[in-house]
């Protein structure tokens, strides 16, 4: 079966790996290369990457409707074409020119986190499970028929960076357990019942920045879900600090956003319900430390106020 791969993060590395060693894989779309890191030089994505490691012919479109995407796929004659966190919503013509169509791998137990974050979108609901599904694109975003899922527990301790790692295996395992009847059309897909569904947007800038009127609970799954990137933050003094791990403190009464050093050296902070432990922090310009660390160089003192 001849086949293309679709993708551009480092989550799917190992489907595409899974692909090449299952099926006649001719070549990988993903995003242009962007400036990256400090000094913002122009770096190729995770997938481009990879796939030049293989030997594989890697196309990056500035533009999906143009119709260069469509003629690249039609000029290779591909019985499939493989979807998972390409990053970009496809036009029908481009959907249509495989035989078999696109398939996508989605980072959810659809219809529920239909859209661009579901991973985070989990971790912030407090779910205690997802997984990845195998559906057939449309038009519609996520909306598609579901061939076939795979489910996993998340931890209690669970973060996007932990979550996406696991769920980048399943993904490669679900796509190596079903391709051959995928592509023998052996698979019957299953609607999504468009009563349940809800929606995981992306991540925007100012969903980053806490505020300690929410209950210990929704923040400290709110530090979870923006963890390793772009981090969950507030300010102290002025200056921003990166709250890294915290975990939901005993229940005292204190203002949102205020601060107390217990005895035992512990940094709790006040919210609307319930109080938030700080654990690991990352001050402005300095590295990540233990919160021992922080109280030890006085970078916090007890009735400090976190927030705007």
């Known amino acids: 079966m001849r086949t293309v791969f679709f993708g551009t993060p480092e989550i799917a590395i190992a489907s595409l790996d899974a692909l090449a060693d299952t099926t006649d894989l001719v070549g990988v779309v993903c ?49 499939l074409a493989v979807v998972l966190a390409y990053g970009r919503i496809l036009p029908q013509q481009v959907l249509d020119a495989p035989r078999l169509g696109c398939v996508n791998l989605h980072a959810s137990l659809l219809p529920r986190h239909r859209g661009a974050a579901p991973i985070q979108a989990c971790l912030l609901q407090g779910d205690p499970e997802t997984g990845v599904c195998l559906m057939q694109m449309e038009a519609g975003l996520d909306t598609g028929p579901v061939f076939a899922r795979r489910t996993i527990p998340i931890a209690a301790d669970e973060d996007t960076g932990s979550l996406t790692a696991r ?12 391709i051959e009847a995928l592509g023998q059309s052996r698979l ?34 709110r530090v979870r879900a923006l ?17 890294l ?59 400090a106020k976190l927030g705007a």
């Not at 995770?46 to 500035?62: D, M």
């Not at 963890?227 to 709250?243: D, I, V, Y």
């Not at 310009?285 to 006085?298: C, E, Q």
Request: glycine share 8%.
């Open 31 to 79: 995003q242009p290369d962007r400036p990256a890191g400090r000094g913002m030089s122009t770096k190729p994505p995770a997938v481009k990457r990879r796939a030049l490691e293989l030997g594989l012919e890697v196309y990056q479109p500035e533009k999906v409707r143009s119709g260069e995407l469509e003629a690249w796929l039609r000029v290779h004659e591909l019985d």
């Open 167 to 178: 769920l980048a295996t399943l993904a490669a395992e679900l796509l190596s357990a079903e």
């Open 245 to 303: 791990s915290v975990a939901v403190g005993p229940d005292l009464e204190l203002a949102p956003g205020l601060v107390h050093v217990t005895r035992e050296r512990r940094i709790l902070v006040g919210t609307e319900c319930g109080t938030l432990e700080l654990l690991q922090v990352q001050p402005e310009g300095k590295r990540a430390m233990p919160v021992a660390d922080w109280l030890n160089g006085r970078g916090i003192t007890d009735g």
């Open 188 to 221: 019957t897909a299953v609607p999504q019942e468009e009563s349940l569904a809800t929606w995981a947007p992306p991540i925007r800038h100012e969903d980053q920045w806490l505020d300690f009127h929410g209950s210990a609970l929704a923040l400290e799954r």
């Open 227 to 243: 963890h390793p990137r772009p981090s969950a933050s507030t300010l102290l003094g002025g200056k921003r600090l990166k709250l």
